[in-house]
C-alpha cells in the first residue's frame, strides 16, 4: 500500500474519534446510553422485521409461482396422458378387430376343415364375475376411461388366451390330420401308363367264374404280369400269404382304421411286419388264386369295411383308362 495507505488510514481514524467524541458530548451520559440501547433495539427489531416480511413475501411469492408452474406442468402431463390413453384405446380397437378376424377364420376355417367342435360362445365372450377388480380406480380423475380402458385390456388378454390355446387345439389336429393324409391309401398302385384297363369296378357283380351275383370288393386293374404294384400310403405289412381265392396277397395297416389290400401277384417284395412308404414296391401283377387273367386285384377297407378305391384317387387319374363292361 505504501505512504499514501497510511495516510489514509490515519485520516479515518482521526475522524472517527472526532464523531464519537461529538455523539456523547452534549447530553446527560446515562440517560444517553439508555436511549441509545433502546434506539438500537428499536432499529435492530425493526430491521429483523422488514428482512422477515421480505422473506415471507419471497418465500410466498416464489412458492406461488413455483406451483402455478407445477399446476402448468401436471396440467400438460395430464393431457398428455388423456391423449395417451385415448391413443392406446385405438390401437386397441384395432386389435379387438384383429382378434375377432382371428376369431372368425379359426371357426369357419381351420376348425371347420379340421372337422373340430367350434369354440363355445361362452368361452370365447371371456366374461368377468365376482369382486369388481376396478375399483381401485373409482373416484379418480377420468376414472371412467381407466376403468373402461383396464376392461378392455382384461378382455383381450382373456381371449388371447382363449384363442392361444384354440389354435394350440388346431395345430395338434393339424399334425394329426398331416399324418392321416401321409398314410391314407391316395395313388394308384400300378403306373398310370400300365393299366390297360379297369376290369371290373367296386360293387354288385355277376362273378365271371362264379356266374352269379356276388359284391366286389375292390377294382381290378389289368396290367402285364410282373408290372411293380406299390403302397398306397404309408403303413405297415401285416399279412402276405396265399389263398385259393385271393392268390398271392399282402395286406398294409395304414393306421386310423385304414387297410389296403392287394391281390393275385405273381411274386411277394414284402414282409410282414415290413413298414412301407407311399409309392414302395410291395409285389408284381400276376394272375394266381381265383383269377381269369393277369390282373390285379386292389381294396380298401376303412374299419374292416370294403369301401370304394376309386374315391380315393384323383378323379382325373382314371380318366381315359378303358373299363370293362
Ligand atoms: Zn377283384
Redesign the pocket.
Known amino acids: 500500500m505504501g505512504d499514501f495507505g497510511n495516510k489514509v488510514l490515519f485520516l479515518n481514524k482521526n475522524i472517527m474519534q472526532t464523531h464519537s467524541y461529538r455523539l456523547y458530548a452534549d447530553v446527560d451520559l446515562n440517560y444517553k446510553k439508555k436511549g441509545i440501547k433502546q434506539q438500537l433495539y428499536n432499529s435492530i427489531l425493526l430491521k429483523l422485521l422488514f428482512v422477515l416480511v421480505v422473506t415471507a413475501v419471497f418465500y410466498f411469492g416464489i412458492s406461488f409461482v413455483l406451483k402455478q408452474k407445477q399446476q402448468k406442468l401436471l396440467e400438460a402431463e395430464r393431457k398428455h396422458l388423456l391423449e395417451q390413453f385415448l391413443y392406446l384405446n385405438q390401437r386397441m380397437s384395432k386389435a379387438e378387430k384383429a382378434l375377432l378376424q382371428i376369431q372368425d377364420e379359426e371357426e369357419n376355417t381351420y376348425r371347420y376343415v379340421l372337422g373340430l367342435n367350434p369354440l363355445p360362445e361362452s368361452m370365447k365372450e371371456a366374461g368377468f364375475g365376482g369382486t369388481n377388480p376396478y375399483s381401485k380406480y373409482e373416484g379418480l380423475v377420468n376414472s371412467d376411461l381407466l376403468i373402461s380402458t383396464a376392461k378392455r385390456i382384461d378382455i383381450l388378454a382373456k381371449k388371447l388366451a382363449v384363442q392361444s390355446k384354440s389354435f394350440e387345439e388346431i395345430i395338434r389336429a393339424a399334425k394329426i390330420r398331416e399324418d392321416k393324409i401321409a398314410r391314407i391309401p391316395s395313388i394308384l398302385p400300378l403306373d398310370r401308363k400300365k393299366i390297360r384297363k379297369i376290369a ?1 369296378p367296386f360293387g354288385m357283380r355277376k362273378h365271371p367264374i362264379l356266374r352269379k351275383y356276388k359284391m ?1 370288393k ?1 377294382i ?1 386293374l389289368v396290367a402285364k404280369k410282373g408290372t411293380p404294384v406299390m403302397s398306397t400310403g404309408i403303413g405297415k405289412v401285416i399279412k402276405t400269404g396265399y389263398t385259393r381265392t385271393a392268390g398271392r396277397y399282402v395286406k398294409i395297416d395304414h393306421g386310423y382304421g385304414y387297410v389296403s389290400m392287394y391281390l393275385h401277384l405273381s411274386k411277394i417284395l414284402v414282409k410282414k411286419g415290413e413298414k412301407v412308404k407311399r409309392g414302395d414296391v410291395i409285389g408284381l401283377v400276376g394272375n394266381t388264386g381265383r383269377s381269369t387273367g393277369t390282373h390285379l ?1 386292389y381294396e380298401i377297407q376303412i374299419n374292416g369295411k370294403a369301401v370304394n378305391p376309386e374315391y380315393f384317387f384323383d378323379k382325373r387319374l382314371l380318366k381315359g383308362i378303358k373299363r370293362a363292361r
Do not use: A, M, T
Request: glycine fraction near 20%.
Open positions: 371290373s366286389h375292390g381290378d386285384h
